[in-house]
DNA sequence: ATTGATGCGAAACGGTGCGTAGCGTAATCT
DNA sequence: AGATTACGCTACGCACCGTTTCGCATCAAT
């Protein structure tokens, strides 16, 4: 790792266009809209985009890689994670919905698409959870840890986990069962996952350190 | 639906081959399970099938609805779908190990990689969820309502919503995330669920035959 | 201004798998 | 026997992949 911090020395050598990436990531995200990532095909990117085929290739070794990075910048748009914040209860239903929408759109177009892929492809798999779910799953963590100091949430429970559990119904009917999302559904599963989550009526905050222990069964 | 009953018209001509119909099925299962959903093309299923290729186009149109069938085959066997019983919290717990342990194995791989294609197929997902999930979900809920009828679970939710909670999760770490499932996991999973799902420890059974009561807790 | 390095567009390539067609042969029914 | 369909084989056109080659463009260093 001999990286010169801030290095001021410019490449050498004609420097990339700029137009170009973003000439390809416009056609391609035209193209997943339009006709789906069958046909977004690296060729048919590179007609409509007017870049060369050679061009793409220069900056990403492959399709998938490229659609991720579509995709990050899409859902980085549409659904920025959440941060902690007054009233985490009011965050978590925030965020549930969001990701719903999210996920009912070109965003979620993508994913699906990649997460064949991933199954083959190790690096794509790796892209994914370090630019997409684990951010996300860490930041909605923090937010339920959060709820757990401040009393709202019922501690003993591991914030990851738990942000499994709210999101796990929907990603599973949205990704899986590939059914539409109803407004319905996002309030019957966010009832149930706080049903569990939140902490009974007389909860008090976290005291100094350590002493959180409680019975675990309800 | 003007199916004859048991047609005793044999149809015309050479009848299709139960051999050359397995041999395609062993030979993509094999490849299937040594070099995954990318390597198992046509080519190589004919090749090492010793059938044509004409033969395999015969019969399937596509290589999804090969996959698919096989799919279905494989998950009968390893992971038939419950029913109803004495003991519904048992037999709920039971099923979500059972399909855990399928998921990871053959089966789970195949699914993975239709769901991509089902994005763009609507006949492949429409032949997943005829053949896999909707019978599957039908049979866990009515496990379900029995327990609801008799007082083990609690009434006034939808049975098929509920086994939406206990398996999504599930579904949302191993083919979205794709990361491994522990035992830990699903006992996590299942004890969060039930927390939500079981009856009060007083509830009493769905009217007249009253005799099956018990409090929860395991 | 020249030099050297890199990016760009265009064109062509070999490779792979798809799905189809033509052919001669095999199996079954009437 | 004749009709009909399945089988294996070979070959084909097609689409897309990922790579190579080439001439020109654009930058920094000299």
Redesign the pocket.
């Known amino acids: 790792m001999t990286v010169p911090p801030t290095p001021p020395?410019?490449?050498?050598?004609?420097?990339?266009?700029p137009e170009?990436h973003r000439a390809v990531l416009n056609a391609a995200s035209e193209l997943l809209e339009e006709r789906g990532y069958a046909?977004a095909?690296?060729?048919?990117i590179a007609a409509r985009s007017?870049?060369?085929?050679?061009?793409i290739?220069?900056?990403w070794p492959?399709?998938p890689a490229l659609v991720v990075e579509l995709l990050l910048k899409v859902a980085a748009r549409v659904a920025p994670p959440p941060r902690v914040g007054e009233d985490p209860l009011e965050i978590l239903r925030r965020e549930l919905h969001l990701v719903a929408k999210a996920s009912q759109g070109l965003a979620g177009r993508m994913l699906i698409a990649l997460l064949g892929e991933a199954e083959r492809d190790p690096q794509l798999r790796e892209a994914l959870m370090q630019g997409l779910f684990t951010p996300r799953r860490k930041a909605t963590a923090a937010v339920i840890e959060h709820g757990q100091r401040t009393g709202v949430l019922r501690r003993g429970i591991p914030a990851l986990f738990a942000t499994d559990l709210i999101f796990g119904p929907l990603f599973y009917r949205r990704f899986i069962r590939q059914e539409p999302i109803t407004k319905r559904f996002l309030d019957q599963t966010f009832d149930f996952a706080m049903q569990g989550l939140a902490a009974a009526p007389g909860a008090r905050p976290a005291r100094s350190k350590g002493r959180d222990r409680r019975p675990k069964r309800s």
Not at 9 to 17: D, E, K, T, V, Y
Not at 41 to 44: A, C, F, G, N
Not at 50 to 55: E, Q, R, S
Request: no cysteine.
């Open positions: 020395r410019a490449a050498p050598g004609r420097p990339r266009s170009a046909a095909t690296i060729e048919e007017g870049v060369a085929k050679t061009t290739y220069r900056r492959n399709r």
